[in-house]
């Protein structure tokens, strides 16, 4: 049956579940979501496994195991999270096989404790690539300063990598090009290009929750108009630079040997304040070769409701500057904006990640 989301991957946009759990997995309901939902991928964090390891049953004969092994809880964590990672990508490989490699990817954080250190990073993501050994696998590696050098190791030594927490369009420029560097040099190593994926996970609601409480500050009637403008407005422009960037010379090169575009990934997108629409970052956000990853939550509420109308991001450049310009000019420093949502990004990752090691650590008994 034809629905929103079906109609939304008519128009180009991939499909992916914000979510994974081992109950998810065991009962099937990846699989159902997969042939009812138009999912094709799968993305994860540290604040989605603390809550999974939270709920039921279903890890504790590996936490029991791991707990007799003796295993120190970073190590525990890493066993229970892969073997998740590795039970999806086998669900999705079917959808890798039949796109040839574009669909069917699941994705796998490094420790959000690395964000500010490239040697560690590079180290986690081969480390992590290896123990899930999955060709449709991605590791997340955020989009800091520290970060742009890994992303492009990684890339190149044939790593397929999900750049995550990416809010500016500065930053999201020196994304690409990092990842253009690591196609280069992984030409130049002799890896097959075809084989490399990325996706750049540019963070849509955090950028309207945040603008939206500096124009309440302001308070005059203009600045509270502009709410709820921002995310969608800065998304679309990152589409536009997205378009410009993959038209240089010396990617044309690089896709004459097989190279595929990193694609833009929406993430962040259920909503937050519930004066929006439950499914604006979804209809708002439709471009050809794009992901929008979900929580369960949206994904539901845009196979009921959902409007999609077509592309509603190409041709909306002008008013999304005009936006992004009347923000600026009721007082509000976007620039700040950005830095403020990268710093407070790596920090509750990082949170999350302590309570997952807090988590783990009580259930191998209190030690390690």
Avoid: C
């Amino acid at each position: 049956m034809t629905n929103p989301l079906t109609e939304l991957s008519g128009q180009g946009v991939a499909v992916w579940l914000d979510d994974i759990s081992r109950d998810r997995l065991r009962t099937g309901n990846l699989q159902d979501l997969i042939e009812t939902r138009s999912v094709v991928g799968v993305t994860s964090n540290p604040t989605i496994f603390e809550k999974a390891l939270g709920e039921g049953d279903a890890y504790d004969a590996q936490l029991r195991d791991l707990a007799a092994r003796g295993v120190s809880v970073d190590e525990a964590v890493r066993f229970l999270t892969g073997y998740d990672i590795r039970w999806a990508a086998d669900v999705l490989r079917p959808l890798y096989e039949r796109s040839n490699g574009v669909g069917g990817r699941v994705s796998l954080e490094v420790d959000p404790r690395l964000a500010h250190d490239t040697e560690r990073t590079v180290a986690e993501a081969r480390a992590l690539w290896w123990m899930v050994d999955r060709p449709n696998l991605m590791i997340k590696i955020p989009a800091t300063v520290e970060g742009l050098p890994a992303i492009t190791r990684a890339i190149s030594e044939g790593i397929s990598v999900n750049v995550t927490l990416i809010f500016s369009l500065e930053r999201y420029r020196a994304v690409m090009q990092a990842f253009q560097d690591g196609l280069a040099r992984a030409r130049e190593n002799g890896l097959d290009l075809t084989k490399i994926h990325s996706v750049a996970s540019f963070f849509v609601s955090r950028v309207d929750s945040e603008v939206d409480k500096r124009l309440d500050a302001v308070g005059t009637p203009e600045a509270k108009a502009l709410k709820g403008k921002a995310a969608i407005a800065n998304a679309r422009l990152a589409y536009q630079a997205y378009e410009e960037f993959f038209a240089n010379d010396a990617w044309r090169v690089l896709e004459s040997a097989g190279a595929r575009r990193q694609r833009p990934l929406w993430a962040s997108t259920g909503v937050k304040d519930p004066a929006y629409p439950d499914t604006r970052y979804v209809d708002e956000l439709v471009a050809p070769d794009t992901v929008n990853t979900m929580p369960e939550a949206t994904l539901e509420a845009v196979a009921d409701h959902g409007r999609i109308t077509g592309d509603t991001v190409r041709g909306e450049y002008a008013s999304a500057r005009a936006d992004m310009d009347a923000i600026e000019a009721a007082g509000v420093d976007f620039a700040d904006v950005l830095r403020l949502l990268e710093d407070d990004g790596v920090a509750k990752f990082e949170k999350s990640w302590e309570q997952l090691l807090d988590r783990v650590r009580s259930a191998l008994g209190g030690s390690a």
